[in-house]
Nanobody
Framework: VQLQAYGGGSVHTGDSQRLSCTVS????????ITWFRQAPGKEREFVSA????????YYEDSVKGRFTISRDNVHNTAYLQMNRLKPEDTAIYYC?????????????????????WGQGTLVTVSS
């Protein structure tokens, strides 16, 4: 299984950026796709998740209303549209999937629940 995240770069406060994540090696549409991020010196944190069918989306509070997750199950690709970026959004962004059974409803928020990760793409937001 391979996940590849791309689309990062350097932007300014208020700008937009779209990240993409392509997946191969598993049935992409069967599984939730999730974005995490890790800022320098901080732990990896949940950003957004979307179920396989796309019927449910979840967002971390600080990105609600600014970020939008989407997926294209035909092309095995997920997206994270980030608008009104802030310096505190600066981080390496990772996409992740898991094909395991998860025993609790908020499993998608926890990095330990995932076995497949992209390599990360750096987003730098300067003021």
């Amino acid at each position: 299984v391979q996940l590849q995240a791309y689309g990062g770069g350097s932007v300014h406060t208020g700008d937009s950026q779209r990240l993409s994540c392509t997946v191969s090696g598993l049935t992409f549409s069967d599984y939730t796709i999730t974005w995490f991020r890790q800022a320098p010196g901080k732990e990896r944190e949940f950003v957004s998740a979307m179920t396989g069918s796309g019927d449910r989306k979840y967002y971390e509070d600080s990105v609600k209303g600014r970020f939008t997750i989407s997926r294209d199950n035909v092309h095995n690709t997920a997206y994270l549209q980030m608008n009104r970026l802030k310096p505190e959004d600066t981080a390496i962004y990772y996409c992740a999937q898991s094909s395991r059974f998860h025993s609790f409803s908020t499993w998608y928020r926890f990095p330990r629940e995932y076995e497949y990760w992209g390599q990360g793409t750096l987003v730098t937001v300067s003021s």
